[in-house]
């Protein structure tokens, strides 16, 4: 059973900072993907970023230059987003998602590991 937990959210200036981490404990597989998502309220999940064991990081055109993800595997396996230059347009509720083999990062149908969600608020 994979188990996926999200922590660092908040409300902040646009502008700002956030670091959002995503705590998964034994998620050590050769062959994954790992990803950021989000939604806003009316709208539509959209994927953030993504990380695969092929070395590759992907972004969405909106976040590049703004948001780096990163995957953590030392003394445990957390998966981060460092969220930089905060936009209002970036608010909503973040989740990660993981799978246990590589493809296409951003469509959120073929990941079937998720997390409960952490909120982002970002005020102009």
């Known amino acids: 059973q994979v188990q996926l937990v999200e922590s660092g959210g908040g409300s902040v200036q646009a502008g700002g900072s956030l670091r959002l981490t995503c705590a998964a404990p034994g998620f050590t597989y050769s062959v994954y993907c790992m990803g950021w998502f989000r939604q806003a309220p009316g709208k539509e999940r959209e994927g953030v970023a993504g990380i695969g064991s092929d070395g590759s990081y992907s972004y969405a055109d909106s976040v590049k230059g703004r948001f780096a993800v990163s995957l953590e595997k030392t003394n445990r396996v957390a998966l981060h987003l460092q969220m930089n230059d905060l936009k209002p347009e970036d608010s909503g509720l973040y989740y990660c998602?993981?799978?246990?083999?590589?493809?296409?990062?951003?469509?959120?149908?073929?990941?079937?590991?998720w997390g409960q969600g952490t909120q982002v608020t970002v005020s102009s």
């Open positions: 998602a993981a799978r246990k083999y590589g493809g296409v990062w951003n469509d959120g149908s073929k990941y079937p590991y």
